[in-house]
């Protein structure tokens, strides 16, 4: 936290809107009601099948793996070395969402046959094996985000529709997320970091960091960014859309993303992977103390809502899963950050919705 020198000033101010953040998601939520009662869906008439959605992630996968993708991600962490992304930037997302809307269509056919028990029938077999060799695959590169991001989209939808997580329960779990975590980091190191102390388990959780600290060092100096600093996410949703326009406008892309703005003015160059940023630091940088308060405000009253009317909506019940499995990682990333994500997966569900017995595919045997 303290390896680059930040003015003590600097860091109270920091300190101070990291809170005002917090506060402002959780009056947000607060201050919504929804009324379920009006709610009238019948999104649970009938299980939606995910053959289609298995096959279309294996598929990637293998295409992903063949583009180089997978060699790219290991030597991201193995040598530093910065990720230009390529066309399997794109099968790598499929991939993923692909997994978030099967897991979630899993859940959401088990609540309609029961409230009340988790119905194991739902979850085909070779499925989740498929799962389960994609984490470990990007253990073994040693990728942690997507991995903490199916653990906790499941662990998140179990305890939203079915048992709650007890206090004593979320303490353990969380222990071992991070010590789990951290021993990812040691791995991708090749085993030399150097270990300071019991404190650096926590490190990646900590939201008020220097990203925060020389963001708020930035606007002093060059002022706020009006937007700018939050291009690239937004642009992301649409596939190649954000090289063609940042090729047509001629703006340069390390400046329409907080992170690459962050290591510049930190490192004093892009190249590597960089100090990466926060949703506090992302937002700032944009909007000043205003935009955080909005910002964090309107995330609260988003993330309520989800919570009112998921159980009722399909497309409810998968973008609060999607935001549970980043939400630790959030923290430390862009506002946007799961926008791309959020569309790509509801665009997905759409289809399989809409195209009956998976014949988008054209076979009748059931994968379990």
Known sequence: MFQYHTDEAIISKASALSLVGIIAYMYGSITYHGNIKIVKL???????????????????????????????????????????????????????VCIFCMITIWFMNSYRISKKKLQMNCFPVIQIAYIIIYIFFLICAGSRGKVLNIILLTFGLYSYLYKPFSFRKVIV??????VGMFSIMIYRSGGVF?????????????????????????VDT??????RSMLSYILGIIPFFQGL??????IDP???????????????????????????ADIYLAFGSIGVILFMGTLGR???????????????LLIYGVLTGMSVYLARAEFFYPAKTVVWCCFLLYIVKHHKRDSLFRHKVDIQ
């Open 42 to 96: 019948n999104e649970y008439s009938k299980n939606i099948k995910t053959n289609g959605l298995f096959i279309t992630s294996v598929i990637s996968f293998i295409i992903y793996i063949l583009l180089g993708g997978y060699s790219a991600l290991k030597n991201t962490y193995s040598s530093g070395e910065r990720d230009e992304g390529g066309l399997y930037t794109y099968f790598s997302i499929i991939v993923y």
């Open 173 to 178: 779990l969380c222990a071992i997320g991070m």
């Open 194 to 218: 150097s270990f300071g102390s019991l404190a650096e388990i926590a490190m990646d959780l900590i939201i008020n960091n220097h990203n925060t600290y020389e963001s708020m060092t930035i």
């Open 222 to 227: 060059s002022g706020l960014s009006y937007g």
């Open 245 to 250: 326009f940042f090729g047509v406008t001629g």
């Open 254 to 280: 390390d400046t329409a993303n907080s992170a690459m703005i962050i290591t510049q003015s930190t490192l004093g160059t892009t190249d590597g992977t960089g100090t990466g940023t926060t949703i506090i």
């Open 302 to 316: 988003v993330v309520r809502k989800l919570l009112i009317y998921a159980k009722n909506n399909i497309y409810y």
